[in-house]
């Protein structure tokens, strides 16, 4: 991916946008409307071309990304948003390391694209199920009702896709997991 951005090849392009898109988009969710960061998200790969020709490898790229998505976010929030004068791209990456709380988010933007790709895997009952546990924020009844199982198959289904994803991503206490998407989905809800 980094030789073909450095090529000026755009499989480089696709496959930075492909790995890295998602992620930034839940990160920029944390700070921004969805609509607002889907702009910003678009903007930040733009620049990403542009500025190809400096990245030398993976890790850098994604500081980059992170950092100007960030940085575009706040600009946003500062005022009306407008295209974004960037610093050089070194003087970014100086910024993560003033500011430790974004590898919090980061990680936090990268967990929940891991859950969104493990949920798609689940078998298609234990899917809805948690879809509309921790998405839609319906009620074991409700579930039932709609899905036209008992209670207790909701209870069932729901404790294996949450095992599942307990195994698959490597949260060792599914409590941590259950805190982690609810809070997730409660902080989304409110922006």
Known sequence: MIEDLKNGNEEGLKAAYYL????????SLQFVDRETAEEIVA?????????????DSK???????????KNACLNH??????????????AQVDALSEDPEIYTTIIRAELLEQIYNEVATLP?????????????DL????????????????????????AY?????????SFYLLVFIQFFFLFVSAH
């Open 20 to 27: 890295y898109k998602r992620s930034l988009l839940y990160f």
């Open 43 to 55: 903007d930040i790969f733009i620049k990403m071309w542009e500025l190809r020709e400096q990245f």
């Open 59 to 69: 890790e850098r790229l994604k500081a980059f990304l992170y950092i100007s998505t």
């Open 77 to 90: 929030l500062r005022k009306p948003y407008s295209k974004q004068i960037y610093e050089t791209w070194e």
């Open 124 to 136: 298609s009952k234990q899917s809805e199920v948690f879809r509309m546990t921790y998405f839609e």
């Open 139 to 162: 009620t074991v009844e409700e579930i039932s009702e709609k899905l036209r199982i008992s209670p207790t198959a909701v209870y069932i289904n729901r404790s294996r896709a949450l």
């Open 165 to 173: 994803l307990r195994s698959s991503i490597k949260i060792r206490n």
